[in-house]
């Protein structure tokens, strides 16, 4: 009886209890959560996005299956968990779910405290607890170290992508520059285009660039950054070219750019 009652409870338990060992991210966003805490075992695709420059953990894609993300694809793979950012159907967790796929939604966090939140749900899920805590450890130290050379007196600081936007509140890079101990010029809610005149006129003691340089603005021949006020207001400016790959997603590993500008400032 206690052999039958065991065999019952075995075939009852939900998969969710279970190591999900067939894993499929949607998007290069998604693909770093699960580059940087599943197994290789367990992941049974990445987006195609995975191994494209600004992605933080392209190395380790390399010789992992890549899908364009749309549902038959995914569902011909028989995940037991999905992952997604912004990839895929954006109703992605009713949709998977008619199929009884569980979708496990990461990334667009507007802090560090909640990123580091984002990051140990992902590595519960994905059964990898030590794993995400040794990251989240990690982030915690380098916060800390941050914060305590911080200058005392927060100089202005400017983040301008190759786009032409600037960061406000309410978006991570708000945070990034706060953590290096810089302030953010731009006090204005969540990303705006400015003029370049006002940037001209007054200009910050420091303009963190994203993404000068990539595919993201060689793409684009209209990019403000190819404008000629511009180019020669950052010729002439205090600047530190961030690491794309940093900033492409808001997640924990954001802290990148935050050193990087911490470092710009100190010299």
């Known amino acids: 009886m206690r052999l039958l ?14 190591q999900p060992m067939r894993v499929v991210s949607l998007d290069y966003c998604a693909d770093q959560f699960v580059l ?3 197994d290789r075992s367990q992941i049974a695709a990445v987006s195609r996005g995975a191994a494209r420059d600004d992605s933080y953990f392209r190395d380790r894609a390399h010789g992992l299956r890549q899908t364009r993300g749309t549902l038959e694809e995914v569902l011909a793979l028989h995940p037991d968990l999905v992952v997604r950012s912004w990839g895929g159907p954006w109703d992605a967790e009713a949709v998977y779910g008619r199929f009884g796929v569980p979708v496990l939604q990461v990334g667009d966090t507007v802090t560090f405290a909640l990123a580091r939140a984002d990051l140990l749900d992902a590595a519960a899920r994905l059964d990898q607890r030590e794993r995400g805590e040794a990251i989240a450890r990690d982030l915690d130290a380098r916060l800390a170290r941050l914060h305590a050379n911080a200058p005392a007196d927060a100089p202005p600081v400017m983040y301008l992508s190759a786009g032409g936007a600037v960061a406000g ?3 991570l890079m708000d945070e990034v520059i706060a953590a290096a101990g810089g302030r953010n010029v731009w006090t204005g809610q969540s990303w705006t285009v400015l003029p370049l005149e006002r940037m001209v006129e007054t200009p910050p003691v420091l303009i963190a660039t994203g993404f000068f340089g990539t595919a993201r603005e060689r793409m684009n021949a209209w990019s403000p950054s190819r404008h000629p006020v511009l180019q020669r207001a950052l010729a002439h400016a205090r600047r530190v070219d961030l690491p794309a790959a940093a900033i492409s997603c808001e997640a924990w590993y954001a802290v990148d750019a935050a050193e990087s500008i911490a470092a710009a400032l100190r010299t």
């Open 5 to 18: 009652l065991f065999a019952l409870a075995l075939l009852c338990a939900t998969p969710a209890a279970a």
């Open 36 to 38: 940087a805490l599943a």
């Open 169 to 171: 509140r309410g978006v």
